[in-house]
């Protein structure tokens, strides 16, 4: 907790305290109550015995060794009952004894002792609660910031391990083109200038404009069909409202990425279909392919580190924002991702 908050917290304690003081002396004006005390010795010895208390309860959570917090807290007590009946002795016989106009003998009785130990224990009950409350604090904001940057590094880490994958299997891409000597090359190193620079500067931030995403979405695509015969294998639809939109980067490609690596291509068109819909209050994404006629592919589509990983930065990115659902059938694998923005 910052400083002047700890502060403003011991501001608000002492107007309470100084207010029913106040009270306490507004309800027993005209009943021969003196409020002399209350307004002059009451506030210094009250000041005293809170703070020393509360001090004292910090080396509660300071110390790892608890047996010398305790004996503070045995000597504050042991010192701060007389030390208090002292002080108010001192008051009285030197202050104010020239306040009151019947000058009675001054004598320590036990009310005063038992007005002490009742005064004591209740700022020592206080000073404990505040104490308390500004540590509860302390360490709600400390596993707050401790959660954070978890995330955040669990997030970077998920990144790192996205970023080489996608960008082995497009060199692959390009690899193949020129050795098989392609026109299709030069238009694919362009493609890939583009992921590249997207990857670089755009994809290291925690969010990105929703438009950047479709253009890398786009550029893969196309990056993909190079390689394919059939030039509407592919169908991609975009539908709304893209403007000022932003999502996590690189959190559809897998999908789309999944859908070339395990689909078939021995299909009519279209054999992938990426729909992207963008409403007011949400984003829908659904990627369809045809599957390979043996089980090991499908098995890897469905399960592995990629979709883990995809579930995982779900999970830290948008927690009860999002709906993720994935269904196959013997010939179709079909993935469904739902955003609340």
Known sequence: MKKSYKILIH????????NQILLAIATM?????????????????????????YFTYGLFFTKKNKLFPILMLVAAIAIL?????????????????????????????????????????????????????????????????LMLEKQSGELALLRSQINPHFLFNTLNNIYSLVYKKSEDAPEAVMKMSSIMRYMLYDATTDHVLLEKEIEYLKSFIELEKLRIRHKDFVELNISGNVEGRTIAPMLLIPFVENAFKHGSRNVTSPGIRVDLSIGSQEIRFEVSNHLRKNPTAAKDQLGGIGLNNIRRRLNLLYPGKHQLEINTNEDLYNVQLILWI
Request: aromatic share 22%.
């Open 11 to 18: 501001i608000a304690f002492w107007i309470y305290m100084f």
């Open 29 to 53: 004006s005209g009943k021969g109550y003196d409020p002399f005390e209350e307004v002059t010795i009451y506030p210094v010895t009250s000041l005293i015995t809170f703070y020393s208390f």
């Open 81 to 145: 009952i007389p030390l208090r009946v002292g002080l108010e002795y001192l008051f009285w016989k030197y202050i104010g004894y020239t306040h009151i106009k019947s000058r009675e003998p001054l004598e320590i009785g036990s009310s005063w002792w038992f007005n002490s130990i009742r005064l004591v224990t209740i700022y020592g009950i206080y000073a404990l609660l505040i104490q308390l409350a500004i540590g509860w604090f302390d360490t709600q904001k400390l596993r707050t910031e």
